[in-house]
DNA sequence: CATGAATGAGACTTCATTCAT
DNA sequence: TATGAATGAAGTCTCATTCAT
């Protein structure tokens, strides 16, 4: 009856100050939430809702909210993790000894990436700008780095910027989305894409 | 920056081919709650309230119903409307002198297009695929056409299928929303893509 | 522009007044009105709309409303022209040799009346005790002397009161309703009803 | 004017056999609901409004959801629960040692209950007949027997079958209702309908 | 006078969020 | 702490009635 409504500890995906950790259930509980609302989004796009979410997760809606004040907030975590899952993707590709191999490497993996959450994606995408700037920022980090050097290389034109890398991954994202059902049809697409890269030989 | 793409003005006199011969003044309603809904979803994405289309148009929620018995039906004409502006473009390619410059202008004027409703595509984006099948038929169809023409032509590899038409479009879609505010980034984009698709001389 | 609210004078069924006469086109519309009113009431309740009445009638929903200001007014007028068949039921029977054959006659003509607008009648039931009152005073009043005379003759026990007569052709319209489809049930329900109302000989 | 029909007290133990064991507090809100909707329904018909019932109840709308996903689930709770009290009274006629006056209590009880929830039933009325129909089975079958050994004690005239009950408890229904406010107009009707039951002497 | 498009209050229902148990 | 019942603002849609054409 007291401090009921302090500030509840539990997000670790709070982006600033350090995650607290979870006690073990605790932390069963949010990847269990965050399984089912990727399953539920991804089939029922963004307007499902959060009892059914809870529902398959085999949780009250209570505990729900518990790890995620907001619906915004579920759909959120869903989108940072789906940026982390590219993010580990882009660094691993910054050992590759062949810079033009990492860049393609990055667009290739991307695009199966998305391929997985393909349902998930679309209900997400019209948000996508204001939701996971910091994993979005150190994409794009990455990202700068593995064109610079593909630049040095000769390998890639010297008019992309940096800036157009995520316009890339969107556009390769719907492009995977509205294969749906026919890789070789996005295969085409990013061959498409990584050969428009390539600088011209005149 | 050419005016190709001037918005066209919404012609009221297109919506309905043989259909209904609406009243003059239940024609003119029927336009402007397409144009109020058209800056609603635009402003407020899809979950905007018919209320507010209604009151925007200076109208009834009434009149709104009367017209388009659903919000998903609204959504729809708002689709058809725009897939129509896409079909104009592309059959008007066709006759073009030169196969590949009636492709290239398509996608130049596309994605002009898509920059005009851009937040509007984005409101819509999810369903487009179950919506406006006719539209998208005959667009299918000048695509088709247009490819097989440059094909022929020898200026666009052999191995692209008509059924890439629609994935390229969506995927140029995606990036001129997503370069919001820079229209370079899309043009630098438009022009990869374009590359991308000339044939590979070995 | 100037006095257009002026009370329209076309409405016959007004109870206080002489109904004045309508143009011959007017009073044909006003029966088309009613015709399809019955047939919609019948077929979908008392929620039906006017709209479809209107359809029905082959009429505008304006027309409906130039005869019957509200939806109120139609329902009654439905209600007075039941009643006013009644009434014709009653008043003939008055003219029967033998005053419990005329009485017995009542029910049986009555009850065969119902089933022909059963489902109407059950759009209309509620509210049948505020309406149409002048044809219902003057049922009572046929009703009263029937009855009269009919105890006077000693086939119908005297504890009975002209009051009860209105109670025992609602009883026996429920019955004819929840018969729906076999008549042989009202049929044993109205000889019930007779045998019941005979003078009990000790 | 007996206490043979004093009104039930709405007994909230046992409106639910086996389906689910809801908690207590909830089971105290279904009941809650079910009293507000009587009232609400009794007083304004069947259109009363969801919203007037959540009201009276002193609860949110929202809660009247969550117990009847429906209006018309509602008005079928409150069918049902008025079915098994007459189901109740036939049950106990069973136990009568005459049969005949078991069959005899049946309809005045019947009918004292109807007097109970008169408004309530007029604004059932129409839809009765598709609706509660396992406690409709029930009562039918109690009915049966009754009649069956009523008519064995040659008590009851032959002809009469199982399947007029239903008629005779509308008929009844009917006229209690348009009796209103006289009680010995209903109490003259149940008798004649029950002396027109009794074997015809000859 | 007839027509049917327009109106908008108000009905039903949903669902994110809270809170008692 | 977990649960799921309760809440009620808000959204979609209907339909009796009005009124410009």
């Keep these: 009856m007291s401090d ?8 670790p995906s709070d982006s600033q100050g350090p995650p607290k950790p979870l006690r073990a259930d605790a932390r ?15 089939e029922q796009g963004r307007d499902a809702q959060i009892d059914d979410v809870a529902r398959r997760a085999g949780l009250g809606v209570g505990t729900v909210y518990r790890h995620f004040p907001t619906k915004e907030a579920l759909l959120e975590a869903l989108a940072i993790d789906k940026f982390e899952r590219l993010l580990v993707i882009a660094e691993r590709a910054l050992d590759a000894s062949d810079a033009w191999e990492g860049l393609r490497d990055v667009f290739w993996k991307t ?25 979005r920022v150190r994409l794009q980090d990455a990202g700068r780095l593995l064109l610079e050097r593909a630049q040095k290389s000769g390998a890639v034109r010297a008019d992309v910027e940096p800036e157009d890398l995520p316009v890339l991954m969107c556009s390769i994202g719907a492009a ?9 049809r996005w295969h085409r ?3 498409l894409v990584c050969d428009g890269l390539r600088a011209r030989t005149p």
């Design 111 to 135: 695009a199966e990436q998305m391929e997985q959450d393909r349902a998930l994606s679309e209900a997400m995408a019209p948000d996508a700008l204001e939701v996971a700037t910091a994993e």
């Design 189 to 191: 697409y990013v061959e």
């Design 28 to 42: 069963r509980n949010r990847e269990r939430v965050l399984n089912a609302a990727r399953e539920i989004f991804a």
């Design 4 to 11: 009921v409504a302090a500030p509840l500890p539990l997000d």
């Design 176 to 184: 995977v989305r509205r294969s749906a059902g026919n890789p070789e």
